[in-house]
Nanobody
Framework: QVQLVESGGGLVQPGGSLRLSCAAS????????MGWFRQAPGKEREWVSC????????YYTDSVKGRFTISRDNAKKTVYMQMNSLKSEDTAVYSC??????????????WGQGAQVTVSS
């Protein structure tokens, strides 16, 4: 049974940092591209970042480039996203997802339940 469980969300002040983790089970992490999506209230789900399984290449949506870093530890079956210099507009539910074979948003087929990130003073 495929499972993705996110953790590490919370309330942080603008300019602060959080690290999200995504624990994967029920499949071989090495075989899949992994990504992070977010959904803010009243908005559609947005692709945020992706890391390839073949060469570890990473990709980001423009609004988070230079602030967010995605990484993966296949041995621990965990995907991470370090989020720095957080802004109020980053407030959303963040979900990790598995996909193949590319980092295109429509390559992803399964999402976790998500973790709430709230950026507010």
């Amino acid at each position: 049974q495929v499972q993705l469980v996110e953790s590490g969300g919370g309330l942080v002040q603008p300019g602060g940092s959080l690290r999200l983790s995504c624990a994967a089970s029920g499949f071989t992490l090495d075989d899949y591209v992994m990504g992070w999506f977010r959904q803010a209230p009243g908005k559609e789900r947005e692709w945020v970042s992706c890391i390839r399984n073949t060469d570890g290449g990473t990709y980001y949506t423009d609004s988070v480039k230079g602030r967010f870093t995605i990484s993966r530890d296949n041995a621990k079956k965990t995907v991470y996203m370090q989020m720095n210099s957080l802004k109020s507009e980053d407030t959303a539910v963040y979900s990790c997802a598995l996909g193949a074979p590319t980092c295109d948003a429509d390559s992803f087929a399964f999402w976790g339940q998500g973790a709430q990130v709230t950026v507010s003073s």
